[in-house]
């Protein structure tokens, strides 16, 4: 074990060295004709215009705030400048592994759909291996980054805590990229697919991903950079936030004599790094067992994989956490075990993989809460509407109870340590799980490639049974990430109140009460700024699509072919075909990918300004405790939020499939259900899964500010000196009816009185009588 500590950086590499293997596998794979080669081609330069925009703008974003971060160090105890350095470090990484994602997915998305050509299981190897790719590229940047800061900060003769405070900034670096990445995506492919949907198929009457509609390739590029670069930047930022969360509580255990000459004592802060280089391992070989025939069924497969990897990991926990930690050790009174921790793993684990199977049913085709919505859809969009928030709502309940069951039994079994490790367990196979999330999209893509490139029937229909299993494993995705962010963002909680010295937070005082109610009020501040931004984008490009149907001649008369014939181009006439032909290429793509890019830039900047700016202003003005009651609030709010959107989003969006795979396209359901979907789209791939991030990054503000606010030693006095008001009641003699209490005292004691009370109590009171 020791040799696996000494070299953590290793499987960062072994990550990477895998993810260049694989990406020159899927290059090598044959790219199509030259019309899907061309399509292909226009959707990875729209990608990367894209990226290039957005990162230019974050560019001066991370410089900004890496100078105030360098001088904030420089000036407090328990940091130093270089918490600067970590944070551009996370920036960069949580950047790459968006560039490393989008890359590979806009060349596996071609080669997918000629690979559709041969066989469904040649179509999923391909898709698979470029969600692999994005999938092992974060972990491997996320271990390599968080192993090698550390492993450079231990040589320099810093005190832990500091050691920890300067690493911190390398998942504030992550966090902030990763919230402008989801809500620029987000804001990106929202508005393109409103565009391209509402126009093109309610008013024009033209299949998703015709090649006339102007904004079919723009909608393509946006799976890209809001499901792959956006999902990747979140995962990623989860990832290295529960490492860190749990590093900074497992330094509390490097004083106690039980923790004294393994790993130095730091066998409880090595141990999270130790379990996500492992679980690269187990990611990889996952990867392996996903394999299906024709005729098999892809879901299958994936499950395979991804569920024989976190069989592996938890098999593998179990050994590493027994080695890693004592037998037993007691904190404050209480007495904790190896195996407690090792439970605590498994119930973060198994509430992450519940969340995502409730996720799934409240979302899934053919589903009681689906199939709800599709009935209300006959009697219009209102009712579809009102469905479809009812099934949203409904659908919180069980994963927070599943979330809070997790939290009670982690903290049971291993205390605030134990809810931090439940995180890490959770994402600890994220190598795989971010594989299967990223396949998704990949698959969309070589759908709308196949529609296109008017490739035949049977290629389209591979396609589609992919991008279906697809839908699926998306939305197993969402739910999982939001488990995971709420773990994570309570291990940041615990390790903001450690570092600040907060022992409690105690609602009934006015500044906490307020610090809370701020706090529940940001989730709904910020999804109505990412909405309404969708909402301004979409309009621009409603107006682009409507105005070149109108003014571009060739378009114009091949939709009046297309009408001639209900959509179906093989039943056209010579002359007819002609003039649909003349048609191909000349939508102007560039302008609608220029909208959206200009919209998404601009709109994402105050939304993640505001998730910094915000914990900053109340920590330095309401001090440490009030920055507590926030952190609260947000999380609090801000998981049911989550779940409510993206479960909302994702039941709409099936519903309206559901009506399509009845053959009722066009019918006034089918226009309800569009309508459904349409408003759903920002609800769950826009303000829901920004909220995930949200979460964490005001946790990980908060940490990073944490020792310039912690409270001071008179401050802590102070605070175990509040009085308690105890009534003594003598009891004089025991009637038929009941005690008689002649006499009452009222005295005050300090709560550090009662503590320690408690504590003489507890040592002088034999084992037998302690219940």
């Known amino acids: 074990m020791e040799l696996i500590v000494n070299y953590l950086w290793l499987f960062g590499i072994l990550a990477l060295a895998f993810v260049f293997i694989k990406n020159a596998w899927v290059s090598k794979q044959d790219a199509g004709e030259d019309k899907m080669a061309r399509i292909a081609k226009n959707i990875a330069v729209g990608a990367m215009s894209f990226l290039k925009a957005e990162y230019k703008v974050l560019a001066i974003f991370v410089v900004a705030v890496s100078v105030l971060l360098f001088f904030k160090g420089n000036s407090e105890d328990g940091s130093n400048g270089m918490v600067a350095v970590s944070f551009i470090v996370g920036a960069i990484c949580s950047a790459l592994a968006g560039f490393i994602g989008m890359r590979v997915a806009t060349k596996a998305n071609v080669r997918t759909t000629q690979a559709a050509r041969h066989s469904l299981g040649k179509a999923l190897e391909v898709a698979f291996a470029g969600g692999a790719v994005m999938g092992l590229g974060v972990v491997g940047l996320g271990v390599l980054g968080l192993s090698g800061l550390f492993m450079i900060y231990s040589g320099q003769?810093?005190?832990?805590?500091e050691i920890l405070n300067v690493l911190s900034g390398f998942s504030l670096g992550a966090s902030s990229i990763a919230l402008f990445a989801r809500v620029g995506g987000g804001i990106y492919t929202k508005a393109a697919d409103v565009g391209a949907d509402l126009v093109g198929k309610v008013e024009a009457g033209i299949p998703e991903d015709h090649p006339l509609n102007p904004a079919t390739i723009e909608d393509n590029v946006g799976d890209n950079v809001g499901d792959v670069a956006g999902m990747g930047a979140d995962l990623f930022e989860s990832y290295v936030g529960s490492i860190i969360g749990t590093m900074v509580l497992g330094a509390v255990y490097a004083t106690l004599p039980e923790f004294q000459g393994a790993f130095d004592g730091l066998g409880a802060v090595y141990l999270p790094l130790v379990l996500a280089a492992v679980g690269i391992v187990m990611s990889i070989l996952g990867t392996l067992f996903v394999r299906v025939k024709d005729g098999g069924n892809p879901?299958?497969?994936l499950n395979i994989g991804e569920f024989g990897s976190a069989g592996l990991m938890l098999i593998a926990s179990y050994f590493i956490i027994n080695q890693m930690l004592p037998e037993s050790w007691v904190e404050g009174g209480v007495t904790y075990t190896s195996i407690g921790v090792f439970w605590?793993?498994?119930?973060?684990?198994?509430?992450g993989l519940l969340v995502g199977k409730i996720t799934e049913y409240y979302t899934a085709t053919g589903k009681k809460p689906v199939l709800s919505i599709v009935k209300q859809s006959e009697t219009g969009s209102a009712t579809n509407i009102i469905a479809g928030l009812g099934v949203g709502m409904m659908s919180t309940a069980i994963p927070i109870l599943l979330i809070a069951a997790a939290i009670m039994v982690s903290h049971n079994q291993a205390g605030l340590y134990g809810i931090a490790i439940a995180a890490v367990g959770m994402l600890a196979n994220t190598g795989i799980q971010l594989a299967v999330d990223a396949y998704g999209p990949i698959c969309d893509n070589a759908g709308g490639i196949a529609e296109m490139a008017e490739l035949p029937s049977e290629v389209r229909e591979r396609t589609d049974?992919?991008?279906?299993?697809?839908n699926t494993t998306a939305a197993i995705g969402k739910g999982f990430a939001i488990a995971s962010a709420a773990l994570t963002a309570l291990a940041l909680f615990a390790a903001f109140m450690k570092t600040?010295?907060?022992?409690?937070?105690?609602?009934?005082?006015p500044d906490i009460m307020a610090g809370l109610l701020i706090g529940g009020m940001l989730p709904f501040v910020f999804s109505a700024l990412s909405m309404n931004a969708v909402g301004r984008a979409a309009m621009a490009m409603i107006e682009e699509v409507r105005r070149q149907f109108r003014d571009i001649p060739e378009l114009k008369a091949a939709l009046a072919v297309m009408r001639k014939y209900d959509s179906d181009i093989t039943k056209a006439t010579p002359e007819d075909r002609k003039i649909f032909d003349a048609a191909d290429g000349v939508a102007e793509y560039g302008k609608c990918i220029d909208i959206s890019t200009k919209a998404s830039i601009k709109e994402m900047v105050f939304p993640g300004l505001l998730a910094i700016a915000v914990p900053v202003a109340v920590g330095f003005i309401g001090g440490a405790e009030m920055l507590g009651g926030l952190l609260a609030g947000v999380t609090t709010c801000g998981v049911l939020m989550a779940i409510f959107q993206s479960n909302a989003g994702g039941a709409w969006d099936n519903a309206k499939k559901t009506i399509e795979e009845d053959g009722r396209k066009g019918t006034d359901a089918h226009k309800a259900a569009v309508v459904g979907d349409t408003v759903g789209d920002?609800?769950?791939d826009t303000s829901g899964p920004s909220l995930n991030i949200l979460l964490k990054l005001m946790s990980v503000v908060a940490l990073v500010i944490a020792p310039s606010i912690a409270l001071n030693a008179d401050e802590i006095t102070a605070h175990n000196m509040e009085s308690i008001t105890v009534t003594e009641q003598v009891v004089v003699a025991e009637t038929a009816e009941g005690t008689v209490v002649t006499d009452e005292t009222t005295i005050e004691v300090t709560s550090t009185e009662v503590e320690?009370?408690?504590?003489?109590?507890?040592?002088?009171?034999p084992d037998e009588n302690k219940e």
């Open 157 to 161: 003769g810093w005190e832990l805590a």
């Open 299 to 301: 879901q299958t497969a």
């Open 344 to 351: 605590a793993t498994i119930a973060g684990l198994v509430a």
């Open 465 to 470: 049974k992919l991008d279906a299993v697809g």
């Open 500 to 509: 600040a010295n907060v022992t409690s937070i105690d609602v009934s005082r």
């Open 682 to 684: 920002p609800f769950k």
């Open 756 to 765: 320690e009370a408690a504590t003489e109590l507890d040592a002088s009171t």
